[in-house]
């Protein structure tokens, strides 16, 4: 049954379209309760007789602060229009059906020959090179291709739409594309032709004269799961060719439920597989191209769409990247949360208060309220709330969260142009500004080893040899005489492992010529004949394969090649593959004499050298199956049969040394020796892989590759059956070889980690590598070291498990008895947080366990009674079982670890433990460099992505993106570190300004009979948070600075000062609010009350009053100064554009005043400004003021550097003693604004 033609609807991302943006962009604003607020304050402003201020003056902050926000969105929404036509109207190929094509109904011919427009002279021209008819094509847009369209794709092009390859000018059959754009991987995929078209259409004539049927799945967003089928020559019903049908079948329960047929689904799907067994040919994901992968070093190929529009892959996996609250957010919510109660109850209580006064007695004869004199207490207090809660409307900054945005851009700005953390032509990218200062809190820090701690570039060393065979290393001289010497000699066990690694891999041989890469990250190094000469490494005793190890050993990889026998000249042969592991052995082969000249989709050609006589043979090998590598298998293999030598057929296979010494067929003398040889690898650091193999008899071969076959044409469970035949065809396995492979660690990783032990915060590495592996990089990365116990824990049940972790916990108590009760709560499987209570700081335990280390609850680290740190390393079956029955007790161990190993770990369990140390209430942090870190990295508080060699997957997935681990260090300590200052800094300035200000208004309140008036001029009120107090905050954001970089390198402990909300939580809340705030408008309004109100009644000398408004400018003015003194006082780093934001901030009324006068008609303020300077009232209220209120300021401070300094206080004297030395001798310019 066929699939009606239908137009494909275009990919759109855009949210907002132009010529509605005023009508939608609004509401998205208001999601935010701070907007939402304004508003209401704003819409209550304008009913009449209710706000005591000109509603314009509170409606233009909402204006000014909601168009900031709408401009944003209506920009990006710009660009992705702008993105998705570009897109959507992207020109692609289409290759014309011929007549014959559409007179019988193929793939090309469901569309009429003149659908698309001629090829422009350009375009035209290159098919011309190509030697391809420009009249048998046609172009179109993107958003018009239909399912069933014949495309051509050319070199370098992106892929237009999910297809299936139908022919490639590859010899072969082959293709190959970058899904860097889809997946982050690097190295390049190799696509194979559909079996159905690989033999049978040669040419571009054929193929647009094709008939065929396909049958596959619905639209699935999973990248690399696909299966179908292909029939060829199966004739389109009238039916369908009437409605101009394309001859492709979507999923069976979808064809058949346009059919008239009344069978069961389960009988029809089993008819279908059945029919399709027989006619048709498989297709899977090696036969699939994905829409936005590149072609890549093939020069065209053709493939008919299956998916197309917002039905392919990479459309179904465009979706928002998990949301995250950085913890100053979560904080400021609270925070907002209790303002706005604090504030309703503030608003209420006065709007009662003068609901009753009014209505009392105590307001008769107030016939200057108006129409308030009916003295209606109900009216009057619900007119009240709307009236206080317009003139409290500073009592919650409107300028912070605008604010806080812009800051948290410079402040990605600022990371984004660090040179100090751009290499490798990668600087760091900021993809979350909102986690900024997370990054000034983090405690744990997890990390991916291969690749993140290591290199990840492979380099093939040593190797152990089954068969009688020696082990063989290439890291001395000796080791590579001796591999020359044996290979001359024709010993069978090296020569079959070279053999063997050059059959049993994914990888491609690549011709490389003098034109520019195009290869991925994966790939084997090159050596010419100049590298030789300039190495000056022949020796006169040495073959060649000799010289190719010691230039592999030299140059760091195994990828050498000699000028005689190992060396396709020219070209020049170069390895792609999707391991790196994977090309490091491969190069090994061909050093040692059998390099892989060819790879088809049924045959392997191996050229290879005979020492004997130094010349060079290819051997073919026909490919008969591939059972692929999965992180489920940890394995791979391939069955081949060397072509003109022999029928028998060999299964050669690779794989974990977990899996693959459970598969062998070998004894103990075989075994015991080959684990020995694999933990002394793991004891290196080395990575090991185990090399089988086993002739398969041609019976047995030709029964389960008839299953195999049948297997990959179903629909129903293909996977799984195929999983099922791999794992029977692996059984009875004869031991090869072992090979180890070196990833050296990447610069300065064991300078990193101690930096950020002695930050505060603990490392825990995840890795999927042996724990031998794990422990040995620990100790080279200082991660482990020779003052720590290292507790091992190893099990094979729950119950050992809990052994384990209970006698580690000895190792801290010393006494079984005082574990007791930590126990009986495990077992009792109590809450995490009662047992870590009473293990760690309440019970009787924890009390005896804090003593003993000296520590508090969740306060660092602890030590042994030998005074010995703790360490931890746990294989992953122990760690599900340590999870799943014995979390508390795992939980409550580590925590007081230093270190933590987890070793032999899935993706998921490296998300799991990322998930419960963070429920545990700590900031996390993870870092990986791979696609399997990318669970781990969205998982953390803060995800942190490296460019890997295997690609940028981790890196466009995680929150921030470096380079190289040793990045990390500055990241957190410094720009983590100075983004949290500043932002906390922002907040706490920003609610303390606010305060102050909205509490003169309070207070006045008890004094003007609680009638809603306002102390301070209405625009003043206005122009506090948009102009007044604005700049010194913004400012403040973006240069301060408490301590040098420098300095925070050298002392990186004195990051954990800053830790757990000291510098914005409740105890700076109630500091900044209830301290400063409160005081300061305390000082203010009774000292400007008390002063103005003990003087004569004329303090000018005309006689003249000062009135109600001359009073309260004054406020307004003392207020503004005592704040912008604060501000002054809260500053560690003054530069030029400190002090002109603080100029221009307390000389404000100088040029707003003028403004409000001539712009809004302010009359009341029309030469006040002339007569506050020029009464002395002014000059002797100010001074008076600002000195009593600061005076708490210097009581704190002195308090705290003469009887409580902490080491930030220390530092800060030292910086400030060093600059007064070098200014006597080279004064700094202090003024100039430095950034990170």
């Known amino acids: 049954m066929t699939l009606l033609g239908c137009a494909t609807r275009p990919t759109r991302r855009a949210d907002v379209f132009l010529c509605s943006a005023a009508v939608w962009a609004p509401p998205p604003q208001m999601k935010r309760v701070s907007n939402s607020y304004f508003a209401i304050v704003a819409i209550v402003s304008w009913i009449p007789n209710v706000s005591p201020t000109s509603p314009i003056s509170n409606t233009l902050p909402l204006i000014v602060v909601i168009g900031f926000a709408l401009a944003q969105d209506v920009y990006e929404d710009i660009q992705r229009t702008r993105y998705d036509r570009k897109v959507n109207m992207k020109p692609v190929i289409l290759l014309r059906p011929s007549t014959a094509g559409m007179d019988d109904g193929g793939i090309g011919g469901s569309r009429a020959p003149s659908r698309g427009t001629a090829l422009k002279t350009k375009m035209a021209h290159h098919l011309e090179a190509l030697h391809l008819s420009p009249a048998a094509h046609s172009r179109l847009a993107t958003r018009y291709v239909y399912p069933g369209d014949i495309l051509l794709v050319r070199k370098g092009e992106a892929i237009p739409a999910d297809m299936i390859l139908l022919h490639s000018s590859t010899p072969g059959g082959v293709a190959y594309v970058s899904t860097a754009n889809l997946d982050g991987e690097s190295s390049l995929k190799r696509m194979n032709v559909a079996p159905a078209t690989a033999e049978s259409v040669t040419t571009v004539e054929q193929l647009a004269a094709l008939s065929a049927e ?260 290439v890291r001395s001289d000796a080791g590579v005489e001796d591999i020359a010497s044996r290979l001359e000699a024709g010993d069978d066990g090296l020569h079959r492992m070279a053999l063997v690694m050059s059959l049993c891999h994914s990888c491609v041989p690549e011709a490389v010529s003098d034109e520019s890469d195009e290869s991925g990250g994966n790939t084997s190094d090159l050596t010419t004949d100049d590298d030789v000469k300039d190495r000056d490494l022949v020796a006169a005793t040495r073959d060649d394969a000799a010289v190719s190890f010691e230039l592999g050993r030299r140059m760091g990889s195994t990828s050498g090649m000699s000028g005689d026998g190992l060396q396709v000249a020219p070209p020049l042969i170069r390895y792609e593959g999707q391991s790196p592991d994977e090309v490091a052995l491969v190069d090994a082969a061909r050093d040692m004499g059998y390099a892989l000249q060819s790879r088809g989709p049924g045959a392997l050609e191996v050229a290879v050298r005979n020492y004997a006589t130094g010349a060079t043979e290819t051997r073919t090998f026909e490919l008969l199956a591939e059972l692929e590598f999965s992180s489920d298998r940890k394995r791979s293999s391939v069955l081949v049969r060397e072509r003109g030598v022999s029928d028998e057929v060999h299964l050669f296979t690779k794989g974990a040394d977990a899996v693959m010494v459970d598969l062998l067929h070998d004894g103990p003398e075989v075994i015991d020796p080959l684990q020995m040889e694999i933990d002394r690898f793991a004891g290196e650091g080395l990575r090991t892989l185990v090399y089988a193999d086993r002739v398969v008899p041609t019976d047995e071969f ?137 293990c760690f700081g309440v019970g009787k335990a924890g009390a005896l366990v804090a003593a003993k280390n000296g520590s508090t609850p969740f306060d660092g680290v602890g030590t042994t009674p030998s005074g010995k740190e703790l360490a931890v390393i746990i294989d992953g079956a122990s760690l599900t079982m340590a999870l799943e029955h014995h979390n508390s007790l795992f939980s409550a161990l580590t925590d007081k670890c230093t270190s933590v190993i987890c070793a032999r770990v899935s993706p998921s369990q490296k998300a799991a433990v990322v998930r419960v140390v963070r429920n545990r209430g700590f900031k996390t942090l993870a870092v990986g460099d791979g696609g399997n870190d990318v669970s781990m990295i969205q998982e953390a508080h803060v995800g942190v992505g490296i460019y890997g060699k295997e690609g940028t997957q981790a890196a466009r997935s995680g929150d921030y993106a470096i380079s190289e681990f040793r990045h990390l260090q500055r990241l957190i300590t410094v720009h983590g570190r100075y983004n949290y200052v500043r932002t906390c800094g922002v907040i706490n300035l920003s609610l303390y300004k606010n305060v102050a200000f909205t509490y ?87 000292g ?149």
């Open 1000 to 1086: 003169t208004q309070i207070f006045f309140q008890f004094f003007n009979f609680t009638s809603g008036s306002t102390y301070n001029d209405q625009w003043v009120v206005s122009g506090w948070n948009a102009w007044s107090t604005l700049w010194p905050p913004f400012i403040y954001g973006l240069f301060e600075r408490d301590l040098q970089e420098r300095t925070l390198l050298a002392y990186p402990s004195v990051y954990s000062s800053i830790r757990k909300n000291r510098l914005f939580g409740w105890r700076s809340f109630c500091e900044y609010l209830l301290g400063y705030g409160l005081w300061h408008a305390v000082v203010v309004y009774f």
């Open 214 to 473: 396909l049958s596959f799945g619905p639209p699935d967003p999973a990248l690399y799961q696909f299966e179908g089928s292909m029939r060829l020559g199966r004739p389109v019903p009238k039916a369908a060719e009437e409605h101009g049908s394309r001859r492709i079948s979507r999923t069976l329960q979808r064809s058949f439920s346009l059919g008239s047929s009344n069978q069961s689904h389960d009988a029809k799907l089993a008819a279908a597989n059945a029919e399709m067994a027989a006619n048709s040919t498989p297709l899977d994901t090696a036969n699939l191209m994905l829409r936005g992968s590149t072609l890549r070093n093939t020069e065209y190929v053709y493939g008919v769409a299956v998916y197309a529009g917002r039905e392919s892959k990479v459309a179904l996996n465009m979706r928002n990247p998990p949301s995250k609250l950085g913890a100053v957010d979560t904080m400021l919510n609270y925070v907002v949360l209790f303002l706005f109660l604090t504030l309703a109850a503030v608003v209420i209580t006065c709007a009662v208060v003068s609901g009753v006064r009014r209505e009392s007695v105590v307001g008769v004869g107030q016939w200057y309220l108006g129409d308030d004199a009916d003295r209606d207490g109900v009216r009057l207090a619900l007119r009240g709330l709307g009236t206080f809660l317009v003139l409290y409307v500073t009592y919650i900054p409107v300028s912070l969260f605008v604010t806080v945005v812009f800051v948290r851009v410079a402040q990605a700005w600022f990371m984004e142009s660090d040179v100090h953390m751009k290499t490798r032509g990668h600087p760091v990218a900021v993809r979350a500004a909102n986690l900024n200062e997370t990054l000034g809190q983090i405690e744990f820090v997890l990390s991916d080893k291969t690749g993140t701690l290591t290199e990840n570039i492979m380099r093939f060393v040593s190797a152990t040899l089954g068969r009688g065979s020696t082990p063989i290393d």
């Open 702 to 838: 030709d029964a389960w590759y008839t299953e195999w076959r049948a297997a990959k044409q179903s629909l129903d469970a293909r996977q799984a059956t195929l999983n099922a035949l791999a794992d029977r065809m692996e059984t009875g396995l004869h031991y090869l070889a072992a090979t180890a492979v070196e990833d050296k660690l990447q610069e300065r990783v064991p300078e990193t980690i101690s930096a950020l032990h002695k930050a505060g915060m603990r490392l825990w590495v995840l890795t999927g590598d042996k724990r031998e592996t794990a422990e040995n990089i620990g100790y080279s990365a200082n991660l482990l070291n020779g003052n720590m116990e290292v507790v091992h824990v190893a099990a094979t049940s729950p119950e050992e498990v809990a052994t384990q972790l209970e006698a580690a916990f000895l190792s801290f108590v010393g006494d079984s008895g005082e574990l007791q009760g930590v126990l009986a709560g495990v077992k009792a499987r109590r809450s995490p947080l009662t047992l870590l209570r009473e």
């Open 1088 to 1236: 400007v009350y008390a002063i103005v109100g003990s003087l004569p009644p004329s303090p000018f000398a005309n006689g003249q009053d000062g009135g109600f408004y001359f009073t309260g400018v004054i406020n307004s003015f003392c207020v503004l100064t005592v704040v912008i003194l604060k501000f002054t006082f809260a500053w560690h780093s003054i530069t030029w554009l400190t002090i002109l934001a603080l100029v221009a901030s307390v000389l404000s009324p100088l040029y707003l005043f003028p403004l409000f006068i001539g712009v809004f008609h302010e009359d009341p303020l029309r030469g006040m400004i002339a007569r506050v300077f020029g009464s002395a009232i002014w000059w002797l209220t100010l001074p008076l003021i600002v000195a009593t209120a600061l005076s708490l300021d210097f009581l704190v401070l002195m308090v705290r550097r003469l009887w409580a300094p902490d080491e930030l206080m220390v530092l800060k004297e030292t910086e400030r003693r060093m600059r007064q030395a070098a200014a006597r001798t080279n004064p700094r310019k202090w003024w100039v604004p430095t950034c990170p």
